[in-house]
């Protein structure tokens, strides 16, 4: 740039030459001329080298100042600025979800967040004896040691609202699950699991668990009959989401070796 300015300045001092006579008329004469070349030349090639470190420590500051502005601006609005390079505001990574709850080995659950689980009901099949009337069954919910009943009736009874809503349970709630059988005709109690303590009669299901293939007892309904909005059909797989568990219980014998344990006495889902 200095060598361009200075080649101007020798060609435009070459033509005023011609005209020195005329420029000495207006008031510039040869001396001011010479003057003013000597103080262009000494600006070009001293001062300006001089000069230069300061001018581009300058420019870098005002550079980051732009860029630290820049990312600033970006953090308030949860991106992040990578300075001009590609994909300057590329979107924060997700967090990943992790469900307010935690399942005991027992089967209970052990919240890790304010929650309102809801507990939805979703089959019942049990008979006293083969092809004997319907037991009725009772689902009670323990929350640190109180117990609510969440339901009570047959299998024909159940419907799709059969269930209830556990309101604003607060952080380190324990909760258990309580599966009751009746006698059709005297009301007595025949079989309860509890997960209180672990039970081999009671099975707690995530999503991507297998569920068990079990002939059902005397005829009855398959578990898969109760579980089609929670399955995939075809491959028989738990499908619900990550803040939900799947319980089948048995409560028509204590001996899992048994042929009436079928594991579809009470079936219900627990949202959390």
């Known amino acids: 740039m200095a060598l361009l300015l200075l080649s101007y300045l020798l060609i435009h001092r070459r033509i005023q030459m011609k ?10 004469g040869l001396t001011e001329y010479v003057i003013v070349v000597v103080l ?22 005002v550079g980051q100042q732009d860029g ?19 994909n300057p505001l590329a979107a924060a990574a997700p967090v990943a979800y992790v469900p307010p709850f935690s399942v005991l080995p027992s089967g209970g659950i ?32 323990t929350i640190d040691g109180a117990s609510t009943q969440i339901f009570k009736g ?3 009874e159940v419907t799709p609202t059969s269930g209830a809503t556990l309101n604003n349970l607060p952080e380190g709630t324990l909760m258990h699950f309580q599966g009751k059988s009746f ?43 109760f579980l ?8 028989k797989i738990v499908n619900i ?16 070796a048994s042929p009436a344990a079928d594991f579809q006495d009470l079936v219900f889902l627990a949202t959390f």
Not at 228 to 235: A, G, K
């Open 183 to 225: 006698h059709p005709t005297s009301g007595n109690g025949l079989y309860t699991q509890k997960t209180v303590t672990s039970s081999a009669m009671i099975l707690e299901l995530r999503n991507g668990d297998y569920v068990p293939n079990i002939t059902p007892f005397a005829q009855q309904p398959t578990i898969t009959s």
């Open 19 to 28: 005209n020195w006579k005329r420029q000495s008329e207006s008031g510039i």
């Open 68 to 86: 630290e502005n820049k990312a600033a601006l970006a953090g308030g609005l949860g991106v992040t600025y990578s300075g001009g390079q590609a």
């Open 228 to 235: 089609t909005p929670v399955i995939n059909p075809t491959t």
């Open 154 to 156: 047959k299998g024909s």
């Open 110 to 141: 052990s919240t890790s967040g304010i929650t309102s689980p809801i507990i939805s009901i979703l089959g019942s099949a049990i008979t006293y004896g083969a092809g004997g009337p319907q037991c009725p069954v009772e689902l009670v919910v």
């Open 241 to 256: 989401a990550p803040n939900q568990v799947l319980y089948l219980v048995e409560l028509g014998t204590n001996n899992t």
């Open 40 to 61: 262009v030349s000494a600006t070009v090639f001293l001062v300006f080298p001089a000069m230069e470190p300061y001018l581009m420590d300058s420019s870098g500051e």
